[in-house]
């Protein structure tokens, strides 16, 4: 059975960093996507990033040049790092993985298997 558990989410400031992780687990094949999703309350849900298993990425224009997207095989684990951090990144993150490659590179993509999320909260 997959399982996606989000970490790392939290309260900071406007210009801070934060990193987020996602421990995947039952989730092995070789071609797959991993991506990043944000919701806030009342705003529908947005693709963050999105990586494949030959490493290809995909960004939302809102968070070009300050967030990355990374994977460490090793470790079954994906990770977003967040810079530059503004009040509009606040949202609940949802880690996604899917297997129906390569059309889960893109961020409209519906994600199948979902994390429960982590709180990112950044004040002004």
């Known amino acids: 059975q997959v399982q996606l558990v989000e970490s790392g989410g939290g309260s900071v400031q406007a210009g801070g960093s934060l990193r987020l992780s996602c421990a995947s687990s039952?989730?092995?094949?070789?071609?797959?996507?991993m991506g990043w999703f944000r919701q806030a309350p009342g705003k529908e849900r947005e693709g963050v990033a999105a990586?494949?298993?030959?490493?290809?990425?995909s960004y939302t224009d809102f968070v070009k040049g300050r967030f990355t997207i990374s994977k460490d095989n090793a470790k079954n684990t994906l990770y977003l790092q967040m810079n530059s951090l503004k009040p509009e990144d606040t949202a609940m993150y949802y880690c996604?993985?899917?297997?129906?490659?390569?059309?889960?590179?893109?961020?409209?993509?519906?994600?199948?298997?979902w994390g429960q999320g982590t709180q990112v909260t950044v004040s002004s």
């Open positions: 990586i494949d298993s030959d490493g290809s990425i």
């Open positions: 039952g989730f092995t094949y070789r071609r797959y996507c």
């Open positions: 996604a993985a899917d297997l129906v490659y390569p059309q889960c590179l893109s961020l409209s993509y519906e994600y199948n298997y």
